[in-house]
């Protein structure tokens, strides 16, 4: 086998999920993905609130926001993050840690509970869950959603349809388990 071949053979390897997640994409069949994977964490409101004021610091410093960044619109942003841990009989409604890191970013991109800086807020709260959950990282140690893939996924999201909602939320349920 030439090293060309080695190195093919060793990317289609490399990259196996993503040709299953794009299969199942396409059929689709791609289904919720639930795991038992991470901790439990409660994202409270004003911790959360404390993260976007830290963020909107960083980026009016960096040039990259303006002082509209992070401003609420009523008491939209409350509810999104109340939702999440909604339940049924004291069952929760969200039944997994990554369902529930799924539907935080899609409901703050898409609903837009800011003035300015949804994608960016909903990034940046959605890699703190995942983090506070310990499932930012894989158990290999690396990054399980990087800097371009973040990018990619929340613009996936804003672009999306709201009749794609589920199948954006397993989307991304999948790539969030080993």
């Known amino acids: 086998m030439s090293s060309n071949d080695k190195e ?3 990317l289609i390897r490399y990259y196996k999920k993503s040709w299953s997640l794009l299969q ?15 901790e439990n964490f409660t994202l409270g409101y004003d911790e959360v609130l404390t ?15 303006s002082n ?10 409350e509810g999104i993050i109340k939702n999440i841990y909604q339940t049924f009989g004291g069952r929760d409604l969200l039944a997994s840690t990554q369902e529930k890191a799924a539907n935080l970013i899609y409901y703050i991109i898409k609903d837009h509970p ?3 800086g949804n994608k960016r807020i909903g990034s940046f709260i959605f890699i703190l869950f995942l983090s506070k959950c310990r499932l930012l990282y894989k158990s290999s140690g690396e990054l399980r959603i990087n800097d371009n ?4 996924l929340a613009l996936f999201i804003a672009q999306s349809e709201p009749k794609q909602k589920d ?4 989307l991304i349920t999948n790539l969030l388990v080993d």
């Not at 199942?24 to 991470?38: H, I, N, P, T, W």
């Not at 509209?68 to 009523?74: E, L, P, S, T, V």
């Open 8 to 10: 093919t053979l060793e």
């Open 24 to 38: 199942k994409f396409d059929d689709g069949s791609l289904g919720l993905c639930r795991s038992d994977v991470g």
């Open 149 to 152: 893939a973040l990018v990619a």
């Open 68 to 77: 509209i960044f992070g401003i609420q619109k009523a008491d939209e942003f």
């Open 114 to 116: 800011f003035s300015d």
């Open 51 to 65: 993260a976007v004021d830290d963020l909107k610091r960083e980026l009016v410093k960096k040039g990259e926001a």
């Open 167 to 170: 199948m954006v939320v397993n």
